[in-house]
């Protein structure tokens, strides 16, 4: 019964993670969104279907740290002329699974749905999102994360916006 209790609290905190860096992203708070990452982490984005190795397949985004803040600062430039005026973004994150813990973390599994408003008119795009969570001082923070996106493998509008 403990066993359960604690597993179920510990959803609800990934659950709540999730959701805030969801919402960190919707309304382009972008340095926070910085923040929930590891000083190790990698962010990918794959084409051409579930792509079981980014090193070895093409990716929409393949980054490590650094490159995830210098897409922080371009966003900062003002020269994103594509997201001028910003796209209104809402995403809704479901079906959170816990996938297994190890030495690296938590493995977690959500579906993801992003309705995006802007100059080109509406999208919606679906993904499946994959992350490898760990506790740092006390937080959640992302050390993965894998958007394997349902129509990647199909010709993709501009994605100005951090996916």
């Not at 209790?5 to 805030?20: N, P, T, W």
């Not at 982490?41 to 051409?48: D, K, R």
């Amino acid at each position: 019964m403990q066993d359960t209790i604690q597993r179920l609290a510990q959803l609800h905190d990934i659950s709540q993670f999730l959701y805030q860096e969801a919402r960190l992203q919707d309304e382009h708070r972008f340095a926070e969104w910085e923040a929930l990452w590891t000083d190790d982490a990698i962010y990918w984005v794959p084409a051409n279907g579930e792509a079981p190795d980014p090193e070895r397949e093409m990716s929409i985004i393949y980054d490590n740290r650094s490159r995830i803040a210098l897409r922080i600062r371009q966003f900062f430039t003002g020269k994103r002329f594509s997201q001028i005026p910003r796209s209104r973004l809402r995403r809704v994150i479901a079906n959170i699974e816990l996938l297994g813990e190890n030495a690296e973390g938590i493995r977690v599994g959500a579906n993801m749905l992003l309705f995006e408003s802007g100059r080109r008119g509406d999208s919606i795009w679906a993904a499946r999102n994959e992350y490898l969570l760990r506790q740092e001082q006390g937080q959640w923070r992302m050390a993965y994360k894998k958007v394997a996106l349902v129509n990647n493998e199909s010709a993709l509008l501009t994605m100005a916006f951090l996916i």
